[in-house]
């Protein structure tokens, strides 16, 4: 992701480079979140680019959502934050409905993105299953509010998975036609910084499928509340082929479960995938296993206990969300006033 921002030029040399990025607080929080994106926002945050991270609740209730789970699980997710390395000083972490300049800009673009732009999300047609007609409105403008929540703090770029580059895109399209429409240079075009093969963990079931919540099979994940004992026997029974590893990682290529075992350990240690295939090039299973759950107890092991700790306290909680709310209003707050200018929206 550095990389990317540094190399970042026009055309949006005029603004300062901002990170942004949403997780839903739906469910349990796994690897997948951890290697994907918590790790990934906390070695952004060090490096010292302005980053603001949203539990993002407004669109987690495009499907149903028991209310008291919702609120446990975005008090998690902010756990889950903190546990991983990012610290709620340094970066901005909030949730999204305190911020009411979020739906307010997404009023905005509801007016300017088109109904052929929303039909073509691929997200939509797949969460809104055979029966559309009974998906709920939110669900179908739930692309145009995620554009809300970038834009309205003018962020450059915007670290997510490859299933959200549709809605990066469209969000780029909407901040072109708003200032084509308004004939202004308001706001920026964003940039999507999209998570590389190497942090996206598969299934310890079916190495073809990525490790998700949603997964009936608990041993198919490892969820970031897991203790060690857990995360080791996950580990050790993982799905795997009767082969040994090979000694270039080209012979990864047709062994899904394979490499994502590879990967993971590559992403825990910070290595490349191809030193850890160098340092364990004609080991077995039986071998590389033990290694691997050794590795994920030492990093993850204390995440879950750091999690469980800030669970208790509530309180604590909660006076970041609101500490990182404020902090995030006090940008949102002029870049929606002057778009309502930009539209004559009266102020008097
Ligand atoms: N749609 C994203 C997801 O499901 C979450 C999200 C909402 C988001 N708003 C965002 C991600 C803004 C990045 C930026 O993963």
Known sequence: ??????????PNAGFTPRVF???????????GNYLGALKRFADAQNKGIESIYCMVDLHAITVWQDPADLARATRELCAGFIAAGVDPEKSILFNQSQVPEHTQMAWIFNCVARMGWMQRM???K??????????SLGL????????????????THVPVGEDQKQHLELTRDIAIKFNHDYGVDFFPITEPVIEGAATRVMSFRDGTKKMSKSDPSDMSRINLTDDADAIA?????????PEPLPDSIEGLEDRPEARNLVNIYAALADLTPEQVIAEHAGQQFGTFKPSL??????????ISTEMSRLMQDQ???DNILRRGSDRARNIATPILQKTYDIAGMIRS
Do not use: C, W
């Open 233 to 241: 026997k996950k580990i050790r029974k993982a799905k795997t082929d």
């Open 293 to 302: 759950a050794d590795l994920a107890v030492a990093k993850l092991a204390p």
């Open 1 to 10: 992701m550095s990389d990317a921002v540094q190399t970042q030029s026009n």
């Open 315 to 317: 309180g604590e909680i």
């Open 126 to 135: 797949d969460k809104a299953g055979k029966n559309a007609q009974n998906a």
């Open 140 to 155: 179908f403008a739930y692309p145009a509010l995620m554009a809300a929540d970038i834009l309205v703090y003018h962020a």
């Open 21 to 31: 990025s949403g997780i839903q607080p739906t469910g349990n929080l796994h690897l």
């Open 122 to 124: 691929t997200q939509f």
